[in-house]
Structures are given as structure tokens and as C-alpha cells.
């Protein structure tokens, strides 16, 4: 079975930075791509960056030029810098991971149970 875990959530003060890793274990063939996602209260659960196997990325235009997504494939981990940390950045982030179990399976999707992260004005 595999499973996501996140870290590296934190209460931080506006313009602040936190590093969220999410590492990856379980019986795992390949890593297509790693995305992070964060959800604030009442709010939808939304994209926040992307990051492919190509090291092709993608970012939410609220965060582009603070927030850095990168990976390591010798780990099976993902992770995100965040600097200049502001209060509308406050949620619980979420790691997803597009992931082969086998050589000839279909990619599935996994997330992991998120991670909190509050800034305070």
C-alpha cells in the first residue's frame, strides 16, 4: 500500500518562510508527477503547484515568485518552499502523487492526509 506523508506545517509570522516535504513509500514502480494542494476553511481545495517527472512546473499565479516546488526521485519525495508567507497563505496543504505500482499498470492517484499551515498578521 502506498502512502503520503506530509511535513513541515507550522504557525509562521507574515513573511515568514516553512519548507513542506512529502515523501512516498510503499511498493512503488514510478512517479509521474507531484502536485501540492492547500484548503482553507470553507473554501475548495485548490492547485497550488505542480511538478512532473521532467521537472516541468507549474504554479497557482497567488503564489508564483514566492512559493518553489522540487523533487528527488532517490527519496520519492516532493517538497515545497514557501517565503514571504502571507495571512491568505493559511491552510492545510496536501501532496498528491501520480503513481505506477507495476510496469504495465495505469497511473493512480494518491494523497496524503495533509499538513497545517497558519500565518499570522
Known amino acids: 500500500q502506498v502512502q503520503l506523508v506530509e511535513s513541515g506545517g507550522d504557525l509562521v509570522q507574515a513573511g515568514g518562510s516553512l519548507r513542506l516535504s512529502c515523501a512516498a513509500s510503499g511498493s512503488i514502480f514510478s512517479i509521474n508527477a507531484w502536485g501540492w494542494y492547500r484548503q482553507a476553511p470553507g473554501k475548495q481545495r485548490d492547485l497550488v503547484a505542480t511538478i512532473s517527472n521532467g521537472d516541468n512546473t507549474l504554479y497557482a499565479d497567488s503564489v508564483k515568485g514566492r512559493f518553489t516546488i522540487s523533487r528527488d526521485s532517490a527519496k520519492n519525495a516532493v517538497y515545497l518552499q514557501m517565503n514571504d508567507l502571507k495571512p491568505d497563505d493559511t491552510a492545510v496543504y496536501y501532496c498528491?502523487?501520480?503513481?505506477?505500482?507495476?510496469?504495465?499498470?495505469?497511473?493512480?492517484?494518491?494523497w496524503g492526509r495533509g499538513t497545517q499551515v497558519t500565518v499570522s498578521s
Open positions: 498528491n502523487a501520480d503513481i505506477k505500482l507495476r510496469a504495465r499498470d495505469p497511473v493512480f492517484r494518491f
